[in-house]
């Protein structure tokens, strides 16, 4: 079918800056919009930014200005830069993906299992 791989999470001190990856493969004919969530310990997930295939983007208020989102097409990628990170971003993020496959053409939504970002000094 459709495989989500997210890469690079981990422990970042207040200030510091990582950059998420999440590579969809499978049975792919095109990829609609990407995005990233996140889900704190005791909270709901959250939109954090997303991205069309015309790359248009937005963006969770509390994340505007410090992260941003962005796609390679031809790798099927989707990254999140993620700068001047704080102890409330910490929180399992989540890759999402929606796109047509090539099997049957439908439409589909696929999440990833998610990669642990932690924010402490």
């Known amino acids: 079918q459709v495989q989500l791989v997210e890469s690079g999470g981990g422990l970042v001190q207040p200030g510091g800056s990582l950059r998420l990856s999440c590579t969809a493969s499978?049975?792919?004919?095109?990829?609609?919009?990407m995005g990233w969530y996140r889900q704190a310990p005791g909270k709901e997930r959250e939109l954090v930014a997303r991205i069309t295939s015309g790359d248009i983007t937005n963006y969770a208020d509390s994340v505007k200005g410090r992260f941003t989102i962005s796609r390679n097409n031809a790798k099927n990628t989707v990254y999140l830069q993620m700068s001047s990170l704080k102890p409330e971003d910490t929180a399992v993020y989540y890759c999402?993906?929606?796109?047509?496959?090539?099997?049957?053409?439908?439409?589909?939504?696929?999440w990833g299992k998610g990669t642990l970002v932690t924010v402490s000094s």
């Open positions: 499978g049975y792919i004919f095109s990829i609609n919009n």
């Open positions: 999402n993906v929606d796109l047509i496959n090539s099997r049957d053409y439908k439409a589909m939504d696929y």
